[in-house]
């Protein structure tokens, strides 16, 4: 069994790797799941040299040196392997909306610890390496379980096997470490770890599996029972306030017809992974610009509703945050072309307390506000959902 063991890792990374490809990143080819693509390449390299590494050691004599007697193998096998963690931790801020994602730093920091332990293989240095290696897998791991819980768009029991996988590799490394001391010296703590490549196979597999079942599941878009009421009941709640609302008579309350403009061309000027980029960069400045009391629905991948418990002196500025926020070019954009949105507003005290109302108002707004050329606001004054003629002030 111990024979076939880079067989049975070579064969399970490349399945993983054809899999998250296949069945992930090909029929939903978005960021987050090419990163995660990336992480099983990474993965399935790592395979490879250790194979390789594995074939040159029975070798003995006649077979050493050909490919895995050096240290920049193994090396590579330690920097591959943290690299994938990072990689799976970065898609997964990229799916919870982080405007920072540290992608580059990632790929700095497996860089410069393949060379590290390449450099110190064999030396006094070693030992401390390798638990700074275990150490930044180990913190890559806890960042997978942190960010994962904070995904709420998304069942438990989607987040919950990569939970339990990265926070077990997380634990391995702290008790890897760990079982260093007593600190007295670079070789004593070489002498007091345990070997890694002894657990690596099996926290290699619980990860792979457990990584593949939650990150295919996120990346086809499975979403939390809570979250799917939540979004189908958005006029359902939005009735109800307004109910309440005119009971109170409080006409504090307005629905905004958001719409990205020209979405036709933007699809035509970019890849489908552009355009998905784009989608998901619509999305999330409108959830960021308004406040949590607000009530969202996206009624299409390119326009949502928002019910907003704010006084008119209050929704401009929220306007104008959204404008700015859409049509800053930012330096990961995915197409070359300046960004923006078409707003309908439609107030309660202007139109009444009736949600349809509101609604066919808004959107009589908003495709004035296309018309006068987009990257504006148009005000509904009447229930028949006249537009005023009220563009966004810069």
Same mark, same amino acid.
């Given at each position: 069994?111990?024979?076939?063991?880079?067989?049975?890792?070579?064969?399970?990374?490349?399945?993983?790797?054809?899999?998250?490809?296949?069945?992930?990143?090909? #029929?939903?080819?978005?960021?987050? +799941?090419?990163?995660?693509?990336?992480?099983?390449?990474?993965?399935?390299?790592?395979?490879?040299?250790?194979?390789?590494?594995?074939?040159?050691?029975?070798?003995?004599?006649?077979?050493?040196?050909?490919?895995?007697?050096? #240290?920049?193998?193994?090396?590579?096998?330690?920097?591959?392997?943290?690299?994938?963690?990072?990689?799976?931790?970065?898609?997964? !801020?990229?799916?919870?909306?982080?405007?920072?994602?540290?992608?580059?730093?990632?790929?700095?920091?497996?860089?410069?610890?393949?060379?590290?332990?390449?450099?110190?293989?064999?030396?006094?240095?070693?030992?401390?390496?390798?638990? /700074?290696?275990?150490? /930044?897998?180990?913190?890559?791991?806890?960042?997978?379980?942190?960010?994962?819980?904070?995904?709420?768009?998304?069942?438990? +029991?989607?987040?919950?096997?990569?939970?339990?996988?990265?926070?077990?590799?997380?634990?391995?490394?702290?008790?890897?470490?760990?079982?260093?001391?007593?600190?007295?010296?670079?070789?004593?703590?070489?002498?007091?770890?345990?070997?890694?490549?002894?657990?690596?196979?099996?926290?290699?597999?619980?990860?792979?599996?457990?990584?593949?079942?939650?990150?295919?599941?996120?990346?086809?878009?499975?979403?939390? #029972?809570?979250?799917?009421?939540?979004?189908?009941?958005?006029?359902?709640?939005?009735?109800? !306030?307004?109910?309440?609302?005119?009971?109170?008579?409080?006409?504090?309350?307005?629905?905004?017809?958001?719409?990205?403009?020209?979405?036709?061309?933007?699809?035509?000027?970019?890849?489908?992974?552009?355009?998905?980029?784009?989608?998901?960069?619509?999305?999330?400045?409108?959830?960021?610009?308004?406040?949590?009391?607000?009530?969202?629905?996206?009624?299409? #991948?390119?326009?949502?509703?928002?019910?907003?418990?704010?006084?008119?002196?209050?929704? !401009?500025?929220?306007?104008?945050?959204?404008?700015?926020?859409?049509?800053?070019?930012?330096?990961?954009?995915?197409?070359?072309?300046?960004?923006?949105?078409?707003?309908?507003?439609?107030?309660?005290?202007? /139109?009444?307390?009736?949600?349809?109302?509101?609604?066919?108002?808004?959107?009589?707004?908003?495709?004035?506000?296309?018309?006068?050329?987009?990257?504006?606001?148009? !005000?509904?004054? +009447?229930?028949?959902?006249?537009?005023?003629?009220?563009?966004?002030?810069?």
């Amino acid at each position: 069994m111990i024979d076939q063991l880079p067989v049975i890792l070579i064969t399970l990374t490349t399945l993983c790797c054809a899999l998250m490809i296949g069945l992930g990143f090909v #029929p939903r080819p978005t960021r987050e +799941s090419a990163i995660w693509s990336a992480a099983f390449v990474s993965a399935m390299v790592a395979s490879y040299f250790f194979a390789a590494v594995a074939i040159d050691g029975e070798g003995g004599a006649d077979g050493a040196g050909a490919h895995g007697d050096g #240290p920049w193998w193994p090396a590579a096998i330690g920097g591959l392997i943290v690299l994938a963690l990072g990689l799976v931790w970065v898609g997964v !801020r990229v799916r919870r909306g982080r405007r920072v994602v540290m992608i580059v730093p990632t790929l700095v920091v497996a860089a410069v610890l393949i060379a590290v332990l390449a450099v110190t293989d064999g030396t006094d240095a070693a030992g401390v390496t390798r638990a /700074i290696a275990a150490g /930044i897998a180990g913190l890559a791991a806890a960042g997978i379980a942190i960010e994962l819980a904070g995904i709420r768009a998304a069942h438990r +029991s989607t987040t919950i096997p990569l939970t339990v996988g990265a926070a077990i590799v997380a634990m391995y490394a702290v008790v890897w470490i760990a079982a260093g001391t007593p600190w007295n010296g670079a070789g004593d703590l070489a002498d007091g770890l345990p070997a890694a490549a002894e657990y690596a196979p099996t926290l290699m597999t619980i990860a792979l599996v457990t990584a593949l079942v939650t990150l295919l599941l996120l990346t086809r878009g499975e979403t939390a #029972p809570a979250e799917e009421r939540e979004t189908g009941g958005f006029r359902a709640v939005a009735r109800d !306030r307004l109910a309440r609302a005119e009971r109170l008579d409080d006409s504090w309350w307005s629905v905004l017809d958001v719409r990205l403009d020209d979405p036709t061309a933007l699809r035509e000027a970019s890849s489908a992974l552009g355009y998905t980029r784009v989608l998901d960069r619509f999305a999330d400045d409108v959830t960021a610009v308004f406040p949590a009391e607000a009530d969202l629905e996206q009624v299409e #991948p390119t326009r949502f509703l928002v019910l907003l418990p704010r006084h008119e002196p209050s929704v !401009r500025p929220l306007l104008r945050t959204l404008l700015d926020r859409v049509s800053t070019v930012s330096a990961e954009q995915p197409v070359d072309v300046r960004l923006s949105v078409s707003i309908g507003w439609a107030s309660a005290g202007e /139109i009444g307390y009736d949600l349809d109302d509101l609604v066919a108002a808004a959107s009589a707004a908003a495709d004035a506000a296309q018309l006068a050329g987009g990257d504006g606001w148009e !005000r509904a004054l +009447s229930v028949a959902g006249a537009a005023g003629a009220t563009p966004a002030a810069p």
